[in-house]
């Protein structure tokens, strides 16, 4: 059993299109973080949440404590959004990772 | 560019092999994280130091350990290495041990570990 899990596993979108990316973990954590990680390997902490909302320019991310799920949006999508967007749930002595959710945004 | 540095950017071994991983973490940064990410198990939390000691542990081998120097630098340590080692290395640094907003971090280009 997996102790986060990431829905979905692959999304394709058009250029300027709202995407949501599902998070649901079965851990107590202390914060939930969202990465993102380019075709080129680098990962990049875009959030880091312990309750409620954040938004950083097109990005946002949201978590419901009671429900254990966060989601991330990205509003008005651009190709250079394409990435593989990861979920990790920290407990403060461990980390627990999803599997990923690769975007493409096609033009 | 994060301001973690890791060395080298790619390693070539052998099995059975020994190789050392290195992570310069951000200026100010104390916490160091180490992970690896293969292909079959996606990414995975390995060790935690904290100003040079150990402050959580997740899947990390007996094969393999870790230390933090005084002056905050990171090493990782693989030994025996085999074919299943072979992977992406990354490390993190962040400001605090835990929670709150100093524990964003912050990540380094990996180290490309492949055992032939």
């Known amino acids: 059993k997996n102790e986060v899990e990431q829905s979905p596993q692959n999304l394709t979108a058009q250029e300027g299109e709202f995407i949501t990316i599902n998070c649901s973990y079965s851990v107590g954590i202390s914060a939930l973080h969202w990465l993102q990680q380019h075709p080129g390997g680098g990962i990049v902490s875009l959030f880091m949440?312990?309750?409620g909302k954040k938004k950083h320019g097109r990005l946002i991310a949201t978590i419901n404590i009671q429900e254990k799920h966060s989601s991330l949006h990205i509003t008005a999508s651009h190709p250079r959004d394409s990435a593989v967007y990861i979920c990790a749930a920290g407990t403060g002595n461990q980390f627990y990772f999803g599997t990923g959710t690769s975007l493409t945004v096609i033009p | 560019d994060s301001g973690v540095t890791q060395t080298p950017k790619h390693l070539i071994t052998a099995t059975g092999q020994r190789v050392t991983l290195r992570c310069s973490p951000r200026s100010g940064d104390l916490s160091v994280y180490w992970y690896q990410q293969s292909l079959d198990q996606g990414l995975q939390f390995l060790i935690q130091y904290y100003n040079g000691e150990e402050r959580a542990k997740g899947n990390i081998l007996e094969r393999f350990s870790a230390q933090q120097f005084p002056d905050l630098h990171s090493e990782l340590n693989l030994s025996s290495l085999e074919l299943g080692d072979s992977a992406l290395y990354f490390c993190?640094?962040?400001?605090?041990?835990?929670?709150?907003?100093?524990?964003?971090?912050?990540f380094g280009p990996g180290t490309r570990l492949t055992v032939l």
């Open positions: 993190a640094s962040s400001l605090s041990r835990q929670g709150g907003r100093g524990n964003e971090q912050f």
């Open positions: 949440l312990s309750s």
